[in-house]
């Protein structure tokens, strides 16, 4: 029987130890079972994690085995190989494909009933893996797309505009990657448009301004890696959100990386696209309105993952 507040992470190197200390901060789950290749890594994070609940809300943490999974009303799958400097996302492809195919098969097993939130990269293609190969319901595989990118995107403009960066209204959508893009066109500052905003703040020569922003978005990744080697926090809260969203059953809407069915004439693939998620997980994919351009470039974006899926056979 499915446990709604008991949570498993498969990984615990950077990025799924700093999902585990996120989602104990939030109080979402009174179960974790942590799962790593390496047995001593998941129960040192146990231990260290566990020691800090006197000063939270009240949870059992502790290193598992898969058939501990079972009931989880949520896994999220971290691990991979780390993105290197100079590599890019789809460069991880056929590693993280092999991992993810090695997991899986311990899953099914159970009689897990969850939900499975992909968070290794490349995330879309995982994706799409993950429930190709699974045979569970595309509403209850879902990857963490571009939730990141998109806060990156909301962060960035905030500063530049001097606003709270929760008062911008915007998207990155597509590939978790370099094709992704940002939607300017339905972009808005608490109801205001986002040219007009610029304006208001004496940015006249916005374009370029939104050019670089897109850029330093897209490129985020990068940077990180370049000085630290490794991103983690920032997906980290990410999850966290995503996680938020499907235990309290918010019906929010987020840039998940779902499978599409048609939606934008595109399928036969996972992309990140705004879609409403609750305890369910995604319960309806959204057709955002697009300029003619941004449409163009979501299909290229759609193509560069379905030419590697190809790839990949």
Not at 1 to 14: A, D, E, Q, S, Y
Not at 22 to 37: C, H, K, N, P
Not at 216 to 237: F, N, P, Q, W
Request: proline share 3%.
């Amino acid at each position: 029987m499915l446990n709604p507040r008991k949570v498993g992470i498969i990984g615990c190197g950077f990025v799924g130890a700093s999902i585990a200390f996120a989602l104990m901060q939030r109080g979402l789950f009174s179960e974790m079972v942590l799962i790593d290749v390496n047995r001593a890594k998941a129960e040192g994070e146990a231990m260290d994690l566990s020691h800090g609940l006197p000063y939270t809300a009240s949870m059992d943490i502790y290193a598992g085995d898969y058939p501990d999974l079972h009931d989880c009303a949520l896994i999220i799958i971290t691990a991979g190989a780390n993105q290197k400097p100079g590599e890019t996302r789809l460069d991880l492809t056929r590693k993280n494909l092999g991992i993810l195919r090695s997991i899986l098969p311990h899953i099914t097993a159970t009689d897990f009933s969850g939900i499975l939130l992909i968070v290794s990269n490349p995330v879309d293609i995982l994706t799409y893996e993950a429930r190709r190969i699974s045979g569970y319901p595309e509403s209850k595989v879902i990857g963490s797309g571009t939730v990141l990118d998109t806060g990156r995107l909301k962060y960035l403009l905030g500063r530049q505009l001097l606003v709270d960066s929760r008062s911008v209204h915007a998207f990155i959508i597509g590939e978790h990657g370099d094709s992704e893009l940002a939607v300017w066109s339905s972009a808005n500052i608490s109801g205001i448009d986002l040219d007009r905003f610029c304006q208001l703040r004496g940015i006249h020569d916005y374009e370029t301004t939104l050019r670089q922003i897109y850029s330093d978005v897209r490129d985020s990744a990068y940077a990180i890696i370049e000085r630290k080697t490794a991103t983690y926090y920032g997906i980290a809260m990410a999850v966290a959100r995503i996680a938020s969203c499907i235990v309290r059953d918010e019906h929010t809407v987020l840039p998940v990386s779902t499978v599409l069915n048609g939606e934008y004439g595109l399928k036969g693939l996972a992309l990140s696209i705004p879609s409403v998620v609750g305890k369910k997980g995604v319960e309806a994919v959204l057709e955002i309105p697009l300029s003619e351009s941004e449409r163009i470039a979501l299909l290229d974006s759609a193509g560069q993952l379905m030419d590697a899926i190809k790839e990949l056979g």
